[in-house]
């Protein structure tokens, strides 16, 4: 279900997608109705967090920033990339169309529901 | 033991495709996810900063209670403490992942001689814990006029 690299290799420069970035990490649990994925993007707004889904891939993308003063020079630093950046590769049972997603005090809730045809039914058995 | 890669360099490699492996066998092996987070002692990230007037010290811990986070300051050290906890699992759940530190955590940070204990802000933005340490009016750089 995870598959960390991007599709596509842009042959000179870097693009975007390209830059180093950090892996957030994240907590994925399933019930019944779908997937939800919990992601932690401290110091991500909802301005600069991107969430897309192209063809089978789910890419949530976010920039950190924290605002300190401007002539704060850096002693100690062990959060270095301020670009987070993680996808998913998501089966045809999820209904893409209908991700939800909340950002609060910096964590990602997204919610994948299962297409309808895809949740779990239990089938009624009767005695002939 | 695999080492896990924090960062995405965004260019497909050999060496990632064997990463990917070395993963995928050692999630198979059932070792927990836990293992994959920040080492203890390590949670939360901080960045620390230093100004002409004030020591910053940035603590990147998203997803708490403001009102659970405890800031001290004792003779130049600073001490984080707080609890991150995680909601309960939706009934017929089933965990997939669970890299996000969970729990009691603890970070004490040495600050530079010169920072004053009773000039400290602290903000929690976006996840972030940001914390302001005023220095010493004393110490801060002066310029003396020569007669």
Redesign the interface.
Known sequence: ??E???LV?EPGG?SK???????P????????TG?TV?A??????KDTLNIKVESEVLVIEGQ?S????A???????????PLF??SFRLGPEFDKDAISASL????LTLQVPRIREAQPRQIPVTVM | MANY????????SLF?AVQ?QMDRIFRSAGLPATLR?LPRG?FP????????D?A?V?G?????DPDTLKVSMEKGLLTISGTRN?PP?????????????EGDFTRVIELPGDVDPDNVEAK?????L?ISIKKKESSKPRLIAIQ
Do not use: W
């Open positions: 279900m995870n960390r690299n991007e290799v870097r997608e390209q830059r180093p970035a950090n892996l990490a994240v907590d994925i649990f399933e019930d019944a997937v919990v932690d993007l401290p110091g991500v707004t950190a924290v605002p300190v003063p002539d704060v020079r850096l002693i100690h630093c062990e959060l270095r990339e950046r993680r609060k005090h910096g964590v | 890669p924090f960062s995405d360099s965004g260019v497909e990632d990917e987070t390590r990230a901080v960045n620390i900063g230093i100004s002409d004030a910053v940035v990147f811990i998203p997803g708490i995680m699992l939706p009934e017929n759940g089933r965990y997939y992942a669970r890299e996000r530190a929690y933005i976006d996840g972030c940001l």
